[in-house]
């Protein structure tokens, strides 16, 4: 039998980790993507820390909102909607939303902060989403998965070493929004705690738009419990879930 990837580097347990940085490009990525499995995390006493990376200032087609209002708006949705999940621990980038990301400069920040909060496990959306458009998406992705890999190289980022700050090694990484799944979470007793934080997002979702996405991801997350293998319908979030050795060269690594 030809050997498999795993054989040799095998995927992680996302629910052993110690602590989570979930990632997210826009305030509401984390409770759409993972909302259920965060909330499991944290109902096992698991750390996890919210890192929003754009402001949320484009996300309206309203123009009678101010941007710097809207900021605001997103900004208290996310503190609402976190604290529904058990994540009390909030930090922001507060880069410019729209599609503009200086990817370097994403990458840098989110090394920092792998750095100083020195996660078991990152989360963060699946850049290698086909048909994905948003480029906030895709560079803040792949920015996070970089810094997931390189973050313990002491001469990636050295200004960080320089300022007190040490290398740290992230044991995996949990992509939300994949075409690509390996990991499905049972979230038959978190599922409401997910659609109740989504519904305080109402600047992004007017009525008819949140009971078409709760119905859409409701009806997948069936569809995930069947591919699981479960013998109930209960729902499931899926997620790829990988070390940071997948992430280099390894070209089976998708299939995993």
């Known amino acids: 039998m030809r050997p498999h990837i795993c054989d040799f580097y095998p995927i992680p347990d996302l629910m052993k980790t110690k602590s989570l940085l979930c990632i997210q490009p826009h305030p509401d990525d984390m409770e759409i ?15 996890v820390i919210c890192l929003t990376v754009t402001d949320g200032s484009a996300g309206t ?13 997103r900004r208290a949705e996310t503190e609402n909607s976190a604290a529904i999940l058990g994540v009390n621990d909030l930090l922001w980038l507060d880069f410019a939303d729209g599609g503009d990301l200086p990817y370097e ?18 989360m963060v959306c699946d850049p290698w989403l086909p048909y994905e458009v948003h ?16 973050a313990n190289m002491p001469n990636f980022c050295p200004a960080d070493l320089q300022e007190g700050l040490k290398p740290h090694a992230v044991e995996m ?14 979230s ?18 007017p009525p008819e738009k949140m009971t078409q996405l709760k119905a859409f991801l409701e009806t997948k997350a069936v569809d995930y419990s069947k591919q699981a293998g479960y013998s109930k319908t209960s729902p499931v979030e899926a997620l790829k879930v990988l070390s940071p050795a997948h992430l280099h060269i390894l070209e089976e690594a998708w299939r995993c």
Request: hydrophobic share 40%; net charge positive.
């Open 188 to 205: 038959d007793e978190t599922w409401d705690l997910k659609l109740q934080a989504i519904s305080c997002h109402k600047s992004q979702f």
């Open 33 to 47: 993507g993972a909302g259920a499995t965060i909330a499991n995390l944290t109902r096992k006493n698991i750390p």
């Open 61 to 73: 087609y309203d123009p009678g909102i101010n941007p710097n209002a809207l900021c605001k708006i």
């Open 135 to 150: 480029t906030d998406h895709i560079r803040t992705g792949m920015a996070a998965a970089e810094a997931a890999y390189l």
């Open 173 to 186: 990484l949990a992509f939300y929004y994949t075409a690509y799944p390996n990991t499905f979470i049972d």
């Open 105 to 122: 400069q994403v990458r840098s920040e989110i090394t920092r902060v792998i750095r100083q909060v020195k996660p078991g496990a990152v």
